[in-house]
Nanobody
């Protein structure tokens, strides 16, 4: 099991940057996949980015080139650096961990991008 706590959300103008953090309650070195998802009002949750235990990353086309996912195993934390933010990026961003056949979620952090 693992508990995940996100932080770093807030209000930012279009073109600005934010860095989200996802702090885990246990060592993340062996967690197969960790990632970020987002859900905008009235829309379904969508995948944003993932990073494997080996450090491989993948991104949704909508954020590729603007967002960067990383992990610091020493701090048990996964980050999402978001640059060149757009109003369409407004959503609740949630951290996800995949451990064997189970998924774990944080409570989410709100990101609002004003035009």
């Amino acid at each position: 099991q693992v508990q995940l706590v996100e932080s770093g959300g807030g209000l930012v103008q279009a073109g600005g940057s934010l860095r989200l953090s996802c702090a885990a309650s246990r060592n993340i070195f062996s967690i197969n996949v960790m990632g970020w998802y987002r859900q905008a009002p009235g829309k379904q949750r969508e995948w944003v980015a993932t990073i494997t235990s080996g450090g491989s990353t993948n991104y949704a086309d909508s954020v590729k080139g603007r967002f960067t996912i990383s992990r610091d195993n020493a701090k048990n934390t996964v980050y999402l650096q978001m640059n060149s933010l757009k109003p369409d990026d407004t959503a609740v961003y949630s951290c996800n961990a995949q451990i064997t056949l189970r998924e774990y979620w944080g409570q989410g952090t709100q990101v609002t991008v004003s035009s």
